[in-house]
């Protein structure tokens, strides 16, 4: 009989082992084939409207609004008074993402990240945040891409991410004086990650982009 347990423990362990082996392996190439189908695949960039950015810090992907454009206003929305340093709100662009509130506030960067952490917004999680930053209109490279939209793309755009806001108004200070975290609406897990809120925004917008764009990379490759 304890041989009999001791092998069906071992069965057990083995099968945990290869599907921990196994899964992420699976889960990249799938997110990287959803990342290369594309959404919105006749879309041109217009010569000119709305300019935006779309942004990547290694880790979370977000979009750089202007602050008045097309007849969207960002001020009253995320106003002075939430940040550490009112005067940053002068800046004339709002930068923007979304995420897991755990897993966005403490993983600014790529060595603040645990797998415990990984693991729970992973399962999923509807404790979600807006990051909001007031800056300047960013230098393009590597990590910013500047996008052209018509006026009417660029309204939809606004219209999601204010359907992305929750009610709940301010739920934390940011990375420093110029920033903020508001309540969001929507659950984070696997599927539903930072960089497929910024896909999905743009998707809405009607940007070429991936169909699927759980990782930066899936973001930022189409532009």
Known sequence: MVKEISRRIGRVARRIALALVLVPGVYATAGMIGGSIPA?????????????????????????????AAGVYWRGTFPARDLADPRYAGFDHVAVGWGDRAFYVETPTWADINPILM?????????????????????????????????DQYRRLAAFVRGTMGTGGKVAGGYGPDDAFYDARGTYSAVTTCNEWTGRALRQAGVRVGAWTPFPATVMGWF
């Open 40 to 68: 919105n695949a006749s879309w041109v960039q217009t010569a000119d409207g709305v300019r935006i950015f779309v942004e990547d810090n290694g880790i979370h992907t977000g979009i750089v609004m202007p602050v008045s």
């Open 119 to 151: 693991l729970r917004a992973a399962i999923g999680s509807s404790r979600t945040v807006l990051h909001v930053e007031h800056v300047p209109a960013p230098p393009t490279g590597n990590a910013v891409r500047a996008i052209m939209l018509t006026p």
